[in-house]
């Protein structure tokens, strides 16, 4: 049981260029979430999707979008990175929305911007 | 929203106990509990209801006061193996997201 499954693990990118953070996970959960974690700042959530064909905007929504392309499957896109996104980019399933479920993490994608 | 915790950074000796505290500016419906290793993702602990629970797993409880909007994590009699750093998630009630803390970097030295 693999869980949330995140690719890449880590990427390098220049200024401007973009790309797209993969997520899926194998538990059959509704929701959905991206976080992105930052030296003493905790985590903080960028995007999420409560139920497939959902999508909402987190704390820091900015210079990110979304697609959650079906129930197993939830991308972050980087349309025109900067180095202030140099971050670790976690995905998060649970089975329902509401808070009375646990949050299960990826491994985390590690992203510099130079 | 974010919840403030405290103490940002503890070091223990095997076998000391530890409290870590979450506290909230917002009236609460639940208070989650993580620990992260280093380099890892973050794992689930507990999760604590509105009701003024308190939950154990092992040597490691919690409890939730929702009156004062706070929760409290007892980590007892602790092993090399709690060490990592706590985070603790907060919700509203009817919220789908929750708010992290900054953490609590938790050491136990032999």
């Known amino acids: 049981n693999a869980g949330v499954t995140q690719t890449p693990k880590f990427q390098v990118l220049k200024t401007g260029q973009s790309m797209t953070l993969q997520c899926a996970q194998d538990?059959?959960?509704?929701?959905m979430y991206w976080y992105r974690q930052d030296p003493g700042m905790g985590l903080r959530l960028i995007y999420y999707?409560?139920?497939?064909?959902?999508?909402d905007k987190g704390e820091v929504p900015n210079g990110y979008n979304v697609s959650r392309l079906n129930k197993r499957e939830f991308s972050l896109r980087l349309e025109s990175a900067a180095p202030s996104q140099t971050s670790v980019y976690f995905c998060?399933?649970?089975?329902?929305?509401?808070?009375?479920?646990?949050?299960?993490f990826g491994n985390g994608t590690r992203l510099t911007v130079t | 929203q974010q919840p403030v915790q405290s103490p940002q950074a503890v070091i223990l000796r095997e076998g000391e106990d530890a409290v870590i505290n979450c506290s909230s500016s917002?009236?609460?419906?639940?208070v989650h509990w993580y620990r992260q290793k280093h380099g890892e993702a973050p794992v689930f602990l507990m999760i604590?209801?509105?009701?003024?629970e308190q939950k154990g797993h092992d040597k490691i409880s919690a409890s939730f006061n929702e009156k004062k909007q706070q929760s409290s994590l007892y980590l007892t009699a602790s092993q090399l193996s709690y060490s990592g750093t706590y985070f603790c998630?907060?919700?509203?009630?009817?919220?789908?997201?929750?708010?992290f803390g900054t953490g609590t970097r938790l050491t136990v030295i032999p």
């Open positions: 917002k009236a609460l419906y639940s």
């Open positions: 998060a399933s649970r089975e329902m929305q509401g808070s009375h479920s646990p949050l299960h």
């Open positions: 998630g907060t919700a509203q009630t009817g919220a789908n997201n929750l708010f």
């Open positions: 538990m059959n959960h509704n929701s």
């Open positions: 999707s409560a139920s497939e064909g959902t999508t």
């Open positions: 604590l209801l509105k009701g003024g």
